[in-house]
């Protein structure tokens, strides 16, 4: 399974480490660049989002496909993605990538239409599919399985500080320059990683590269991711009981079943079946998805509850976040040292079991929670999470043979996008099942004068993101006395959906039990000299 290692000849120059080019150092620096670029973009947009809005005169659903065009071609497409880069290399695919992304972001700053906007956001998740798989398949095919860990868990830690800078960095630039600048500052972060790339980046191959495209599976397989993910995105607005969630969530698995079927026909597949003989290949990516459906679902009413329970500007609420951010920042390289002495087993099963303690502290916070408390849990989700994000990534790429790196890779990065996609509708679903229980009787408990059922499903869908249902003109202790009861509401049903998330991440703790170190970690180690 893991073959030998040569490196595939480039028309120039030669793929032959020389100096700088190939050194593993210095490409874990060159893609991460391009990586901090992708994931501060998954969060420095949704600032900019009202006004883009404001700006574009676009309405509710074209303002929402901004976001989830970019999710869906994202998901989509980072398996196929990867199997690119097996075939080609991923030095070009991700070359390819950063170039792409880069352009189709300054396309978009400069758009005066929303439509615009949207069709270069699915640009965007496109580009990104390519270079995200890419760049865990250099790390792979340049560090030997002794540094491998400590460079994925400096990995980790530029996706969590990325990620934790772009509601900060997005607000700032929304408030003092322009929503344009959110998406031109992609174009000179482009130009700095295409240029290391460039001179940096060494191509990778194994003897054993595929050769041919599974063109079928790849239908198949983009059919089945296309319509879990959006089943998931539109359930909150459709219902699950809805007889279109229904069917894209049967045509999903009608897909996924056909292209499992096709997958042990076709010589050479999009994804070897074989690979999911490997137990801790398989449990890595369940975990992977789990870890992913409590931290994204539990951390998408954190938002609304800082921004609207406690009246925090996203900058604001963007600080308050540090403690996790920062100690996913801190953990991850301890985590990928740790992992590396003692293996991934007891890291993440001692990560999943700290993720599901602050799950259930953070079902403890109430409106009137302070900063302290709520950072002690925010600090021990980041503390919890940091090698869970190495361990698994690790777990799912160095059990995957070296000539499916890139496969491996994507499949990493959507079990993350599914995990997250499935505890934000899931959740959401708690959270809008607790409210619809509970939010007239407390209105009528409180004294409040009686609601029609059209008033009361309006302010329904407005508490279940915090949003107090005030009318204009109203006294300031009845206004106070509605902001109470919506509050408690919202914070009764982010409790609720927080204990479900603790339960998922005790699950995934379960499921971490069936890791271990990768088989294969070590392919790479023959392809560079540290």
């Not at 560090?143 to 607000?171: H, Q």
């Not at 698994?392 to 890779?409: K, R």
């Not at 249902?469 to 006294?475: A, C, K, R, S, Y």
């Amino acid at each position: 399974m893991t073959g030998q290692i040569t490196l595939a000849k480039e028309s120039s120059p030669s793929p032959v480490r020389s100096g700088l080019r190939g050194h593993p150092w210095l490409t874990l620096f060159a893609v991460a660049i391009g990586v901090m670029m992708v994931t501060l973009d998954g969060t420095i947009v949704a600032v900019a989002n009202p006004a883009i809005q404001k700006d574009l005169g676009a309405s509710l659903a074209q303002v929402q496909w901004i976001t989830n065009g970019y999710l869906l071609a994202l998901a989509v497409s980072l398996i196929t993605a990867g199997k690119l880069g097996d075939r080609f290399g991923h030095r070009q695919t991700f070359l390819m990538g950063i170039a792409g992304f880069g352009l189709s972001s300054a396309v978009i700053g400069l758009s005066d239409g929303v439509g615009l906007v949207i069709g270069f956001r699915v640009a965007q998740g496109l580009f990104g599919a390519l270079l995200m798989p890419a760049a865990l398949g250099l790390l792979r095919a340049t560090f030997p399985a002794e540094k491998l860990n400590m460079a994925i868990g400096i990995w980790g830690m530029v996706i969590g500080a990325s990620t934790a800078a772009g509601p900060i960095v997005g607000g700032l630039l929304v408030e003092h320059v322009s929503w344009q600048s959110v998406f031109f500052i992609n174009v000179p972060v482009g130009v700095v990683a295409l240029l290391f790339g460039l001179f940096i980046l060494l191509d990778h191959r194994a003897e054993n590269a595929p050769r041919s495209f599974d063109l079928p599976g790849i239908v198949l397989l983009s059919a089945a991711m296309f319509s879990l993910i959006w089943a998931l995105i539109k359930a909150a607005e459709w219902g699950w009981g809805d007889a279109k969630t229904l069917l894209f969530l049967l045509g999903s698995l009608v897909c996924f079943g056909l292209f499992a079927f096709w997958e042990t026909r076709v010589p050479e597949p999009l994804i070897p079946l074989g690979m999911f003989r490997s137990a801790a290949l398989s449990a890595g990516t369940v975990l992977m998805v789990l870890m992913a459906f409590a931290f994204m679902g539990g951390l998408f009413f954190v938002t609304f509850y800082l921004q609207n329970v406690h009246g925090m500007s996203p900058v604001d609420s963007g600080l308050r976040l540090l403690p996790l951010t920062g100690m996913m920042i801190i953990g991850s390289p301890l985590a990928g040292a740790a992992i590396t002495k003692v293996g991934p087993r007891v890291p993440l099963v001692a990560g999943m079991v700290a993720t599901a303690a602050a799950c259930f502290g953070m079902s403890r916070l109430t409106p009137d929670t302070g900063t302290l408390t709520m950072s002690l849990w925010f600090a021990l989700l980041g503390l919890g999470l940091a090698p869970v994000m190495v361990g698994a990534t690790e777990v799912i790429v160095g059990n995957a043979p070296l000539e499916l790196s890139g496969v491996a890779g994507g499949l990493q990065q959507a079990a993350m996008q599914v995990g997250g996609s499935l505890g934000t509708a899931v959740l959401g679903a708690v959270m809008a099942a607790e409210v619809s229980d509970t939010f007239g009787d407390n209105w009528t408990g409180a004294g409040l004068p009686p609601l029609t059922p059209e008033q009361l499903e309006l302010a329904e869908r407005g508490v279940q993101v915090g949003i107090a249902p005030v009318p204009p003109g109203v006294p300031e202790p009845v206004a106070q006395t509605i902001s109470t009861v919506a509050h408690e509401t919202f914070v009764s049903g982010m409790s609720t959906a927080f204990t479900c998330a603790a339960v998922v991440a005790v699950l995934a703790a379960v499921v971490a039990c069936f890791t271990k170190r990768g088989e294969n970690a070590g392919a790479g180690a023959g392809a560079a000299h540290i």
